[in-house]
């Protein structure tokens, strides 16, 4: 096994096309820790270590820390930020106890209306459960363009001047967004109805430490396209 920053033992179980996991990838990625195992799970013959880890829901991600499980990946993110901090890596989450409880409103939102308004629009059975779905994510994005003007006041990032923890727990979500464009001919995020949206969603996607780790788009579109087939 890799030796994780600090000399712990670091290990991610995952699924390469997972929102959830790719947001636990950005985490390390952003932090700089980069010297961690990765492990892919197939959904059909799930490890006898993802079941031992994750006895309660059995899905990744979880991330193994010096032989500790450490489960859901908002959870797990918080984790890292407080068991990776110090040492010149970048804090996700805001020191102040109120820009915490907001970072985690927001997050709470992608997860609970964004990310549900996401699976309803590309794997409901009927085209109009499909078209509403649309609609909930529109909407969804709009709230969200409004956020990144109210929380973050201007700034480039939901975590201000850097990404922080609500850039990663959305971001965990853009790859998906993109091969929504592709499959449906529209910009999900769309420049026009949600503009500072749109250029937070270039701007991070144009970060190094993100572009390292995001899957590629048309292997997530056909991903996406045998799921409903
Ligand atoms: N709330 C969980 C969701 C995790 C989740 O839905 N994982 C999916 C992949 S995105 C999974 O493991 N699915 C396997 C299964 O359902 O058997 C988190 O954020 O970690």
Request: aromatic share 8%; proline share 5%; with cysteine.
């Amino acid at each position: 096994m890799a030796a994780g920053a600090g000399g712990d033992d670091l290990k991610l179980l995952g699924m390469w096309a997972s929102p959830a996991v790719l947001r636990v990838r950005l985490a390390l990625s952003i932090k700089g820790i980069s010297s961690y195992e990765y492990q892919e799970e197939d959904f059909d013959n799930k490890s006898e270590l993802l079941l031992r880890s994750n006895p309660v829901h059995k899905m990744v991600p979880v991330l193994i820390h010096a032989g500790k499980p450490v489960c859901e990946s908002t959870v797990i993110i918080q984790y890292l930020d407080e068991a990776f901090a110090g040492d010149g890596r970048p804090a996700l989450l805001p020191a102040g106890p109120y820009e915490r409880a907001v970072a985690s409103f927001w997050a709470a939102f992608v997860d609970d209306t964004l990310l549900k308004a996401m699976y309803q629009a590309s794997w409901s059975k009927t085209e109009e459960e499909k078209a509403e779905g649309k609609k909930k994510v529109a909407a969804a994005l709009k709230t969200l363009d409004g956020a990144l003007r109210e929380v973050a006041g201007g700034k480039p990032f939901f975590g201000g001047d850097a990404p922080g923890y609500v850039d990663t727990v959305l971001g965990g979500l853009l790859a998906w967004a993109r091969s929504m464009d592709v499959i449906n001919g529209v910009k999900t995020i769309d420049p026009v109805e949600m503009p500072l949206l749109a250029a937070w969603a270039d701007r991070f996607g144009a970060l190094g430490a993100v572009e390292a780790v995001m899957p590629d788009v048309n292997r997530l579109v056909e991903f996406s396209l045998s799921l409903t087939t």
